[in-house]
């Protein structure tokens, strides 16, 4: 069965580098999404994607945050200057069509900076 | 304010036995609600997705009741396994992309 895989499963930063997650989401699916979930809270909408652009975005997506699909495949999102409480569990997801469709979770990039 | 509140916070039930979760949303405008299994450290898993019109939605032993009037829904699980020890999230989407997680119910299931 298909699913959405994520690398790394574990990354361990300075705070102020810069990080970039990968995600490989479905391959016949359109939107992408990125989440995140601060340890022991809520999981949070981060931003949507399609059509190689950003479809929406939540306010936690500010300008330290960007997304991109560098190629056919891979759908990345950077975290351009870190901090310590960009630390959480980051999942990717796809869906075949807009929101109203089933989206499908990756296993998640756990975050932590240090 | 969009909220998403669940409850319980957490349960423990015997193997077997029935439980029932909540989920009471304000949030509006409303497109679509999702019940999501969340097993420790991996992604939610959806369950259901329900719209405006639709009160029942079943997924094996999982069935999600939806109430837009009062917006309420529940996640019923019939004849709990031990695999069923996770957390459950409702999730409410406002429409377009964007959507409100509650903070979801923790289910501990027991020999």
């Known amino acids: 069965e298909p699913e959405v895989t994520q690398t790394p499963s574990h990354q361990v930063t300075q705070m102020g580098q810069e990080v970039i997650l990968r995600c490989v989401p479905i391959s016949n699916h359109l939107y992408f999404y990125w989440y995140r979930q601060i340890l022991g809270q809520k999981v949070e909408f981060l931003v949507s994607f399609y059509n190689n652009e950003i479809s929406e975005k939540s306010e936690i997506f500010d300008d330290q945050f960007s997304v991109e699909r560098p190629d056919g495949s891979n759908f990345t999102l950077k975290i351009r200057s870190t901090k310590l409480e960009d630390s959480a569990m980051y999942f990717c997801?796809?869906?075949?069509?807009?929101?109203?469709?089933?989206?499908?979770f990756g296993p998640g990039t756990r975050l932590t900076v240090t | 304010k969009n909220q998403v509140e669940q409850s319980p916070q957490s349960l423990i039930i015997l193997e077997g036995k029935n439980c029932t979760l909540q989920?009471?949303?304000?949030?509006?405008?409303?497109?679509?609600l999702r019940w999501y299994k969340q097993d420790t450290g991996r992604g939610p898993v959806s369950l259901t997705i329900m719209t405006f019109s639709e009160n029942t939605k079943s997924n094996g032993r999982y069935t999600a009741t939806l109430d837009a009037d009062t917006k309420q829904s529940s996640l019923h699980i019939t004849a709990s396994q031990l695999s069923d020890s996770a957390s459950y999230i409702c999730?409410?989407?406002?429409?377009?992309?964007?959507?409100?997680f509650g903070a979801g119910t923790r289910l501990f299931v027991k020999a």
């Open positions: 997801a796809s869906s075949e069509e807009g929101p109203s469709y089933e989206q499908y």
């Open positions: 989920c009471n949303y304000t949030v509006s405008p409303f497109s679509n």
């Open positions: 999730e409410v989407n406002t429409g377009g992309f964007k959507t409100i």
